[in-house]
């Protein structure tokens, strides 16, 4: 089944880690290493590739620097192409962020992140980051999110993991976080086992899946597809998982979807971007402003994506 529902963290997202040391569980950020004519191309062809890559670099570090503060997290950065490794070794260095994140290549297919064989790199990165949660005997909840929606906070993390985190890991990791964890039951009294965002565009920007969840739910996906999410919560159904879905969000495919965004960050106060980890966004952002103020999204949105960007 799925369910619609709202959010259950607390409000808030002040930036400070110690407002949220639970739930726990495994964060893993799907990413392709920035670069000119092969990140952002649909937004390139507006903007210039160069800058498009630049703006991909720089939401990738947000969230990077965001995510990287939730220490009752193990975070993976689970990255394409497999070359990159030293690339992406040296982007978390250089932000003082090498300790805080565990470089994993995607494996069990090729590199292209639009190809149908993405489900089974998730699959594949699903039982390793149990195996790695085991060897620490830690909970085994994982939560997936892409690196094209900047606004995802660190609340919406924890909300998905909270509602994947079923009775049984609650139990058997209870006495691990030294905390009561709260219920995952909704008001109805579904027992959720997972958790979904979905975006505007039919694709989903997080997927939280409990320990109970069969690596097989990522098979049969549409993927890179405006049924994608349909497909996936499709696929969830078939194997008898119950998962909370909760609310859309914008991704920046296109100059649309930038100017959208510079409105809405131009609304947040430097110590709320500061807080929320936005600053470079918000750099990048200023110095494309009066790009963004005058340059017409005629076209723009009959554009064909060849990104193949990290939306799940």
Known sequence: CFVMGSAVCRKGDSGSSSRYRYPSG????VAKYPVPGKSKTRLGKTIGYDQSAKFSRSTLIDLLERFGELDSLHKVLLFAPVEAKNDFYTLLAHHNLQD????LP???????LRSSDLGGRLRTALVDARKLAAERSANPTVCFIGSDCVDLSRKHVLDLLTLAENSTAKDRYRKLANSV?????????????????PANDGGYVGLALGADVSPQVFEGVVWSSDRTCVSQLQALTRHGVCCHVGENFDDIDDFSDLRKLE??????????IKASKFSHTWSFLSSLKD?????????????????GDTEI
């Open 100 to 103: 805080s994140w565990q470089l």
């Open 291 to 307: 790009l963004c103020e005058s340059k017409s999204e005629d076209g723009a949105a009959a554009e064909v994506d060849e990104d």
């Open 26 to 29: 495994t964060l893993v950020l």
């Open 263 to 272: 409105s809405r960050v131009s609304k947040m106060t430097q110590e709320e």
């Open 181 to 197: 964890v709260r219920n995952s039951t909704s008001g109805n009294g579904y027992q959720y086992q997972a958790a979904i965002l």
């Open 106 to 112: 995607m494996s069990g297919g090729d590199n292209n």
